[in-house]
């Protein structure tokens, strides 16, 4: 696990070199500024962007729930309080934990295992998600009167946009996605897609040739009759990795 950077935004002298003496024996806990008022901390919790941030409730200048409201950066936060009836409140503010004052070593690394966890958790969730993006879509799922049909991405000849719809014509029929066709370029395999206009995506296995339309434009002839027009950038880029496609001077 990488270190998390942490601040700690507390009036009390004492408290604050406590959460700093605890925080030091956690190698994966790294304390990167102290505030001792609201105002204060909402310029260095901006400043730094902490992944943490240990947060007295009570504070001169803003309270805690007013430095939440003012902070442009979010870093997850553990309130620190004396009085217990915060805690409920504390995680209805989407909270990892908190400590009631006055607090030890050992509730102090309580908690922050519990904030590992809950972070490792995050992380790995974010990192999973990252992955599912960057793997190219290999089907697509559009409506019919009949219910939801699946078509395999191979199968696609070109997507059209159509409005705020991306119309795929496939060798069995087309279909209407609510999709942009820039997500769906973003989305599919570059290997094997192209965005040759703004309103155009084809699927390089679908072409039967390439054509000059004018001195700096190709039009895209595929296989089921359909002629496209590229855009003079996508015509150079297809000029550029011509190897093996059929281009016909």
Not at 54 to 61: A, H, Q, R
Not at 167 to 192: F, Q, Y
Not at 195 to 216: G, K, M, W, Y
Request: glycine residues 4%.
């Amino acid at each position: 696990m990488n270190r998390v950077r942490a601040v700690i935004v507390e009036d009390e002298p004492h408290a604050r070199a406590s959460l700093r003496d605890y925080a030091s024996g956690i190698d994966w806990l790294m304390v990167v500024g102290e505030a001792a008022d609201g105002a204060e901390a909402v310029r260095l919790v901006d400043a730094l962007e902490p992944d943490l941030m240990f947060l007295d409730i009570s504070l001169p200048e803003a309270s805690g729930l007013e430095v939440l409201d003012r902070l442009r950066h979010k870093p997850e936060i553990v309130f620190t309080t004396a009085y217990d009836q915060y805690a409920l409140a504390a995680f209805e503010l989407g909270a990892l934990d908190y400590l009631l004052k006055p607090f030890g070593r050992a509730r102090f690394e309580t908690m922050v295992e519990r904030v590992r966890v809950r972070i490792h958790a995050e992380v790995a969730a974010t990192e999973r998600m990252r992955d599912a993006c960057d793997t190219p879509l290999r089907r697509l799922f559009a409506r019919t009167r009949d219910g939801i049909v699946a078509i395999d991405v191979r199968t696609i000849q070109h997507i059209a946009a159509c409005g705020d719809y991306a119309e795929v014509h496939t060798e069995r029929g087309t279909h209407l996605l609510h999709m942009s066709l820039g997500e769906l370029a973003s989305r599919l395999d570059p290997e094997l897609f192209r965005q040759v206009h703004r309103s155009h995506i084809v699927n390089l296995d679908a072409v039967e040739t390439f054509v000059p339309f004018d001195s700096r434009r190709l039009t895209i002839k595929l296989r089921d009759g359909t002629e496209i027009i590229a855009s003079r950038a996508a015509s150079e880029a297809l000029r550029r990795s011509s190897t093996g496609l059929p281009v016909r001077r």
